[in-house]
Each structure stands twice: as C-alpha cells, then as structure tokens.
C-alpha cells in the first residue's frame, strides 16, 4: 500500500513498484488509508507523513494495534533525527528521507518485507504432518520420524511453503516470492542447491520422498512412501 497525498510522487512509486511485480493499492489520505488497510491487510505500507486526515505517526499506532505483523516503512520530507525516532517508536519499521532513488526504495520494501517472512515463520504456531516428517514451525524445528532435522532457516523456510500447499505446483518465482521476498531471484540455482540441501538432511533418513521437481518449472510437494526392491 502507498499512502501519499502527492500525486506524482504517489502515482510514480506505484508504477515502480507494478513493473517490479508487486500488487499495489494507493491512497492520499489517512483516513481513507487506514480503513483501506484494516480491509485488505497489506504486507507492507510506503507511508508519506504529512497527510490530510490523520498523519503518518497516528496512522502508524492505529494500524499496529489493528494488524502488528505489516511491515511499515515511512517515506517524508522530514528528515530532523526526532521525527525517526518518533517514528520508529510508533511502530514503523524502516525510514526513508525524500528524494530518495527508486532502487533505494525497491531495496527497501524487498529487505522489510523478508523480514516480515521471517518473522511471521517464528511467530506462527504451527503443526504441518507429512508421512514422517513434523515441522513445528514456532520452534523453527524439523523431525523425521524421531529424529531431528538441522535446517537452515532459509532451508526451513523453503520446506514450510512447500508443504503448506501439498500437491500444488510451486515455481521458481513464486518460492522466490514466499521464501526471499524477491520478484525473482538472479539465478534460479539458489532455489535448487537449497532444495538440494533439504532433501539430504530430509528424505535420506526418511521412509518416504517428499520434494518433486517439475523440471523447468518448480517443485510439489508430494509424499510418497519409498520402494525398495
């Protein structure tokens, strides 16, 4: 969500971000931002801090106590170090001073939104069964059978999104999207040598085979019981 009272500004980050691949919504004003928020849940907010209706700050606090998971990176003119404090003490999480680069900008919302995905993997108590395999994904914690699992987070991370959604197709682009924050990753190989690694840690002490490679596209998750001649 971009929330700036500036036409051009507001209208020029959205392109920005639709040609990086984001699904955007707009608006230029607090008031009608913040009820647009509390109905769409946003992952991440762009907000300007001078707005009409209720400014940046208050939008901030309203909106942390409705949904504390959405990432919040103010972007204004203001630039004095009180109002980054002031600003990160109501709940923002990042700060960019105008003008800023549109690349600066990107990097931003990618770095603040995986973030985001990390968090929410430690945060969200969840059981997801499989064959034998149990990811406790609160604990960050992998077993197969009784045994445990080290994984990498980003390794978990990428097992957890696969397994949410058995059977599903999952391409490159969208465990990209999932798991790094990316619209793409520079090479597809990131993905592979970290499935690679889950597999080795995961279906080579396990009864079954979890990971399928739909080779050109991306992965499913399929369990399926080992055959042993």
Do not use: C
């Amino acid at each position: 969500m971009v929330v700036e009272d500036d036409p051009i500004i507001r209208q020029t980050v959205d392109y920005a971000l639709r040609r990086a691949g984001f699904e955007t919504m707009v608006s230029g004003d607090g008031v009608e931002a913040l009820t647009l928020a509390k109905i769409e849940h946003p992952d991440l907010v762009l907000l300007d801090l001078m707005l009409p209706g209720i400014d940046g700050f208050t939008f901030t606090e309203r909106i942390r106590a409705d949904d504390p998971g959405v990432a919040i990176v103010m972007v204004t003119a203001l630039g004095d170090e009180r109002d980054k404090v002031r600003g990160l003490d109501a709940g923002a999480d990042d700060y960019i001073t105008k003008p800023f680069s549109m690349d600066e900008l990107l990097a931003r919302v990618r770095a603040n939104l995986r973030r985001v995905r990390e968090r929410n993997v430690l945060n969200t108590e969840e059981f997801v069964r499989a064959g034998d395999l149990v990811l406790e994904t609160s604990q960050l914690r992998t077993t197969v059978g009784d045994v445990p699992v080290r994984l990498r987070l980003k390794e978990f991370q990428l097992l957890v999104a696969l397994a949410r959604e058995p059977g599903r197709l999952m391409t490159r682009q969208r465990l990209a999207q999932d798991v790094w924050g990316y619209d793409h990753l520079p090479s597809s190989r990131t993905i592979d040598v970290h499935i690679r690694r889950v597999r080795q840690a995961v279906e080579e002490i396990s009864a079954f085979t979890y990971i399928r490679t739909v080779h050109g596209v991306g992965y499913r998750f399929e369990p399926q019981p080992k055959t042993f001649d």
